[in-house]
Every structure is written in structure tokens, then in C-alpha cells.
């Protein structure tokens, strides 16, 4: 299981009056994995220094 996975199952046992914690933890779990990515590929793009 994925971290957006259990952050996702982590909120539904939270108390409903606490909506803006649980869509913004949901939100910034679904961002975790395209972070990564777009870092990666930042990364892979920089031009190799050869010594």
C-alpha cells in the first residue's frame, strides 16, 4: 500500500467536523508521488558534467 493509500484511509477515521484537515491531507498525499516524479525528471534532464 502506497502512502496516498493509507493517508486516504488514515482521514476517513477522522472526525467529520474536521473537513479542512482531512481534504488537505488528502490533497497533499495525492501530491506526494507527482512531486517525486517531476523531481526525478528535473533531474534527468540536467546536462551530465564529464571530469
Do not use: H
Not at 474536521?18 to 517531476?38: C, G, M
Amino acid at each position: 500500500m502506497d502512502i496516498a493509500e493509507k493517508c486516504f484511509n488514515l482521514s476517513g477515521d477522522l472526525p467529520k467536523r474536521r473537513y479542512a484537515l482531512i481534504s488537505q491531507l488528502r490533497k497533499s498525499a495525492e501530491n506526494i508521488s507527482s512531486n517525486i516524479a517531476e523531481g526525478l525528471a528535473e533531474e534527468l534532464q540536467k546536462p551530465k558534467q564529464v571530469l
